[in-house]
């Protein structure tokens, strides 16, 4: 190698800097994981490779026989791998290696727990792998050639980790990657042979590519050797594939220190032939929620890796299993685009969906307690399965869980099956309600009318639930129906008599209703008299159409134009506040307010006015202690 041009000192970013300084504190323990990480790269360089040249044969030039070289030297304490893949232009060198650019860093600074071994894992997670290197180096030299520059394109990276780093041209024959690690005095363990030998078969034994090392056969001096296993695990029959293979390539895919909750392994033959491999990981990664997460599923055809991330093999709402299909009938030169419009996919896709739920449905089934477990790390993004897919709707409806009156317990575990196994025959429907939280739903004035007459509601308070309930119409025939919209149809729970007296008492108090819903105004659409109440004076219904608060106020947050519906007002034609007012009473208005102002409070809306509605509370209680004297 020569150089052709002066070399440029760069400074890394100041997070680069934060984040080498902390993984060098936090992980101390767990060094071994640079090699797992550089090996990870080589072999990702390598399928990159392969890929790119199925539309640019040229890329190829240099050998089509892909693979990795690990090498030690004990004198002079270096490690060195290389790799024969699709290598780095320069700038890609200043991007990839010289910036973090991606959102993940400061989450990964902030995720370190100061536990190695998880910690090791969040390396892989977070994308910042390469920097593992100074784990062990006080100097890294990497030289690159990109696969489709000539031998004048190549680059040579050398750092301390201290803060800067240089960057040169340089000519390198061969296309691909060589990473030298100038060995810590406290880490030359690591120029030793055997010792890289256990860690490759330990973290990198699945790799498909060879990862070569120099024979320690003094016969064969000189000679490479595979040191890693090699065959694709997914490929191999599962009676020939122990828990432990399955766990370690679970990991390596997932850098999850967990056991998995579930491993699928099917093998599909037929016109359509395809291997899948899924794991349902026990806890939710850090980025569940994040919109460019990349993880899911990798999609190889007869072995060659194609894409990992192949979001069109699995919904979204499944995001969090982790695995591999392996087709065999794919051309394999299939783009993203291709993916998304292509039958053979749609029906993996679809098979596969359905081997997942039947798994969960049979956990739920079977092992409820693992089944709890899973639901409270995953229920919420499951819950995204109903309103999206429409297919599996039923056997979705049936994974559910959710809070209910019948428990004051804030998990969820209550189905659907077991809330109207319990309906009493004359029940008509399955009641819910839904609120920005537990407590705000546990605690509603709507569920008086049926906590009195012991009728069950489910308590509904993840932001998901509305839209859940609004594609989920029915469940076994019966309707799920709000306790807090439209007008209650309460023939299934109240008594002829009751619903008697009620009418009698709304000819009662229409003068009453009339005059509030006047001096209410525009805040509302009606005032009515009551049957939900019966501890409360007044609550806010949706009408039978609307959205109702709670969605509007997610909506909201979420900064779309929510149709700002008014309320219908319900009092209750029985509360002693509400039988002390009438249509000529003084202080009327300031009693609507007040009430109207509860209401919206007790539901958990933010008052428009607070400083106005304490003010007229005040009033009314200086009045009110004025008389009592
Ligand atoms: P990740 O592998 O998760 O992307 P890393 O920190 O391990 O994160 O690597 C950062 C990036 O550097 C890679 O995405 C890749 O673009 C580039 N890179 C690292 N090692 C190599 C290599 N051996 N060959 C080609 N590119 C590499
Ligand atoms: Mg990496």
């Given at each position: 190698m020569?150089q052709t041009?002066?070399?440029?000192?760069h400074?890394?970013?100041t997070?680069v800097?934060?984040?080498?300084q902390?993984?060098?504190?936090?992980?101390y323990?767990n060094?071994e994981?640079?090699?797992?990480?550089l090996?990870?790269?080589g072999?990702?360089?390598?399928?990159?490779?392969?890929?790119?040249?199925?539309?640019?044969?040229?890329l190829m030039e240099d050998g089509?026989?892909?693979?990795?070289?690990v090498?030690?030297?004990k004198?002079?304490?270096t490690?060195?791998?290389s790799?024969?893949?699709?290598?780095?232009?320069s700038d890609?060198v200043v991007e990839n290696?010289?910036?973090?650019?991606?959102?993940g860093?400061?989450?990964?600074m902030?995720a370190?727990?100061?536990?190695?071994?998880?910690?090791a894992?969040?390396i892989?997670?977070?994308?910042?792998?390469f920097?593992?290197?100074?784990?062990?180096?006080h100097?890294?030299?990497?030289t690159?050639?990109?696969?489709?520059?000539g031998a004048?394109?190549?680059?040579r990276?050398?750092s301390?980790g201290?803060?800067?780093?240089?960057?040169e041209?340089?000519?390198?024959?061969?296309?691909?990657t060589?990473?030298t690690?100038y060995l810590?005095d406290?880490?030359?363990e690591?120029?030793?042979?055997?010792?890289?030998r256990?860690?490759i078969s330990?973290?990198s034994?699945?790799?498909s590519?060879?990862i070569e090392?120099?024979?320690?056969?003094?016969?064969?001096?000189?000679?490479?050797?595979?040191v890693?296993?090699?065959?694709a695990?997914?490929?191999?029959?599962k009676n020939?594939?122990?828990e432990?293979?399955?766990?370690?390539?679970y990991?390596?895919?997932?850098y999850d220190t967990?056991?998995?909750?579930?491993?699928?392994?099917n093998?599909?033959e037929?016109?359509?032939?395809y291997t899948?491999?899924?794991f349902i990981?026990?806890k939710?990664?850090?980025?569940l929620?994040?919109r460019?997460q990349?993880h899911?599923?990798n999609?190889?055809?007869?072995r060659i890796?194609i894409?990992d991330?192949?979001?069109?093999l699995?919904?979204?709402?499944l995001?969090f299993?982790r695995?591999?299909?392996?087709a065999a009938?794919l051309?394999?030169?299939?783009s993203?685009e291709f993916l998304?419009?292509?039958k053979?996919i749609?029906?993996i896709?679809?098979a596969?969906?359905?081997?997942?739920?039947s798994?969960l449905?049979?956990?739920?089934?079977k092992?409820?307690?693992t089944?709890?477990a899973f639901?409270?790390?995953?229920g919420k993004?499951?819950?995204?399965?109903?309103v999206e897919?429409?297919?599996?709707?039923t056997?979705?409806a049936?994974?559910m869980r959710?809070?209910?009156?019948?428990?004051?317990?804030?998990?969820?575990?209550?189905?659907l099956?077991a809330?109207?196994?319990r309906?009493?025959?004359?029940?008509k429907?399955i009641y819910?309600i839904?609120a920005?939280?537990?407590?705000?739903a546990?605690t509603?004035p709507?569920?008086?009318?049926?906590?009195?007459n012991?009728?069950?509601?489910?308590l509904l308070s993840?932001?998901v639930?509305?839209?859940?309930?609004?594609?989920?119409?029915?469940?076994k025939?019966?309707?799920?129906?709000?306790v807090?919209?439209?007008a209650?149809?309460?023939e299934?729970?109240?008594?002829p008599?009751d619903k008697?007296?009620?009418?009698?008492k709304?000819k009662?108090?229409?003068?009453?209703?009339e005059?509030m819903q006047?001096?209410?105004?525009?805040?509302v659409?009606s005032v009515?008299?009551?049957?939900?109440l019966?501890?409360?004076?007044?609550?806010?219904v949706?009408?039978?159409?609307?959205?109702?608060?709670n969605?509007?106020?997610?909506?909201?947050a979420m900064?779309?134009?929510?149709p700002?519906?008014?309320p219908?007002?319900?009092?209750n034609?029985?509360h002693p506040?509400?039988?002390?007012?009438?249509?000529?009473?003084?202080?009327l208005e300031?009693?609507?307010?007040?009430l109207?102002d509860?209401?919206?409070?007790?539901?958990?809306?933010?008052?428009?006015?607070?400083?106005?509605?304490?003010?007229r509370v005040?009033?009314?209680?200086?009045?009110?202690?004025?008389t009592a004297?």
């Amino acid at each position: 190698m020569t150089q052709t041009a002066t070399a440029q000192t760069h400074s890394f970013q100041t997070e680069v800097k934060q984040l080498l300084q902390l993984m060098i504190h936090s992980l101390y323990s767990n060094k071994e994981v640079f090699l797992r990480e550089l090996i990870s790269n080589g072999s990702d360089a390598c399928d990159r490779l392969r890929f790119a040249a199925l539309t640019d044969a040229g890329l190829m030039e240099d050998g089509e026989t892909l693979g990795l070289k690990v090498s030690v030297d004990k004198n002079e304490k270096t490690v060195t791998i290389s790799d024969n893949g699709i290598g780095m232009t320069s700038d890609e060198v200043v991007e990839n290696i010289g910036t973090i650019a991606r959102s993940g860093t400061r989450q990964f600074m902030e995720a370190l727990s100061g536990d190695a071994a998880n910690d090791a894992n969040l390396i892989g997670q977070f994308g910042v792998g390469f920097y593992s290197a100074f784990l062990v180096a006080h100097r890294v030299e990497l030289t690159t050639r990109h696969a489709s520059a000539g031998a004048e394109g190549g680059v040579r990276w050398i750092s301390d980790g201290e803060g800067e780093y240089t960057i040169e041209s340089i000519t390198r024959e061969e296309r691909g990657t060589t990473i030298t690690l100038y060995l810590r005095d406290e880490d030359k363990e690591f120029a030793e042979d055997f010792r890289l030998r256990g860690i490759i078969s330990r973290y990198s034994d699945h790799i498909s590519l060879p990862i070569e090392m120099p024979s320690e056969d003094k016969e064969k001096k000189g000679d490479w050797e595979p040191v890693n296993n090699g065959s694709a695990l997914w490929s191999r029959p599962k009676n020939e594939v122990s828990e432990e293979d399955y766990h370690r390539f679970y990991q390596s895919l997932s850098y999850d220190t967990e056991t998995p909750l579930a491993t699928l392994h099917n093998r599909v033959e037929g016109n359509l032939e395809y291997t899948s491999l899924f794991f349902i990981p026990k806890k939710a990664p850090f980025d569940l929620w994040d919109r460019e997460q990349r993880h899911g599923i990798n999609l190889y055809v007869r072995r060659i890796f194609i894409m990992d991330d192949a979001k069109y093999l699995m919904p979204s709402y499944l995001r969090f299993v982790r695995g591999v299909v392996d087709a065999a009938d794919l051309p394999l030169n299939v783009s993203r685009e291709f993916l998304q419009n292509n039958k053979d996919i749609d029906r993996i896709r679809s098979a596969s969906v359905k081997k997942i739920l039947s798994e969960l449905s049979r956990l739920a089934e079977k092992e409820p307690d693992t089944y709890a477990a899973f639901w409270k790390e995953f229920g919420k993004v499951l819950k995204e399965g109903v309103v999206e897919d429409h297919d599996n709707r039923t056997v979705l409806a049936d994974l559910m869980r959710f809070n209910s009156t019948r428990s004051d317990d804030t998990d969820q575990t209550e189905s659907l099956a077991a809330y109207f196994k319990r309906m009493p025959m004359k029940q008509k429907a399955i009641y819910y309600i839904t609120a920005d939280s537990h407590n705000a739903a546990s605690t509603s004035p709507h569920l008086e009318i049926f906590r009195k007459n012991d009728v069950e509601v489910l308590l509904l308070s993840d932001p998901v639930d509305e839209w859940l309930v609004s594609s989920l119409n029915e469940y076994k025939d019966k309707p799920l129906k709000s306790v807090a919209k439209g007008a209650l149809d309460l023939e299934d729970l109240t008594s002829p008599e009751d619903k008697k007296a009620n009418e009698e008492k709304e000819k009662d108090l229409a003068g009453l209703t009339e005059k509030m819903q006047s001096l209410l105004g525009e805040r509302v659409k009606s005032v009515r008299v009551s049957q939900r109440l019966t501890d409360s004076p007044a609550c806010l219904v949706a009408d039978e159409t609307d959205l109702g608060g709670n969605l509007e106020r997610i909506l909201q947050a979420m900064g779309q134009d929510a149709p700002d519906a008014k309320p219908i007002m319900e009092i209750n034609p029985d509360h002693p506040l509400i039988r002390q007012l009438n249509p000529e009473h003084a202080q009327l208005e300031d009693w609507s307010r007040v009430l109207f102002d509860q209401a919206a409070l007790s539901e958990g809306a933010p008052l428009p006015e607070p400083a106005a509605y304490v003010q007229r509370v005040n009033d009314l209680l200086t009045k009110a202690a004025l008389t009592a004297h």
